[in-house]
């Protein structure tokens, strides 16, 4: 696969502080790619930049083999985004918005309505098309903003914690449509702290922290790096600790040592373990 997202060097400053320091990144065409690090580490930061919602300051970025500095508006053309804070309108119905985004993005009058109403099926919104915003679960307006980003059939799509707030039962719905998004050959760019989302939707992960791009493969390469078998002990001290291993004959002689140990788990490692020891932080961010 072709890398459709190419990032050289980028920089970014608020002032003194560093958002994003030197970030090295690939994409590839079809791919869904996972953006995991801690609060404040560069994540969403970055998304804006590449989806040209917020400038930089230094570096190269390039979409779909357009430079984005100067073609930002074929740039634009070839991405959906849906950040954090959904921006529907609320005095409008579902449909509603759906036309006015499509409006927005000068598709063909006899176009708007077989696109809205070809992946509001797709995405179940049938029923809800004359309701109004207001009224919808967290889980329904994430499905809307889904489609109206989806509408002028961009290539790439940026997702910004897209699970944020939903119950079990959305949050999964929301993965079956990520995932047949991607199936049509959308490519899927994700961040998230549910680390169990990033494993079980992501093809390659990337981990950045402090701006930088600490670690990237899939999710078995990455742990890999720490060590394929865990040993998860809870110690005298009442402390659970955790030890890596690359193969389960040494987490086997390990854990036969802990013999004050409470409790002792022998599992696989997960991208959860990878992350903590890599970035040496929780996936909410502290220490």
Known sequence: MSDIIIAEGIVKKYGDRIAINGLDLRVKEGEIFGFLGPNG???????????????????????????????????????????????????????????????????????????????????????????MINTLSGGWKKRTATVCSLLHEPKILFLDEPTVGLDVQARRALWDMIRKL???GTTIFLTSHYIEEVEALCNRVGIIDEGKLIALGTPAELCNKVGSTAVEYYGTDNKTEYGYFASREEANEFASSLTNAKTVIIRNTNLEDCFVELTGKSVGGSR
């Not at 400038?55 to 950040?83: F, T, W």
């Not at 921006?87 to 499509?102: I, Y």
């Not at 509001?120 to 004359?130: R, S, T, V």
């Open 41 to 131: 580490a560069g994540k969403t930061t970055t998304v804006r930049v590449i989806s040209t919602l917020t400038d930089y300051c230094e570096g190269r970025i390039s979409i779909g083999g357009h430079d984005l500095a100067k073609n930002p508006n074929k740039v634009k053309k070839l991405m959906g985004v849906i950040q954090q804070h959904i921006s529907l309108d609320n005095d409008l119905t579902v449909k509603e918005n759906m036309m006015h985004h499509a409006m927005m993005h000068k598709i063909p009058k006899s176009e708007r309505v077989r696109r809205i109403n070809e992946l509001a099926d797709k995405a179940g919104l049938n029923e809800y098309m004359d309701s």
């Open 182 to 184: 991607n199936d049509g």
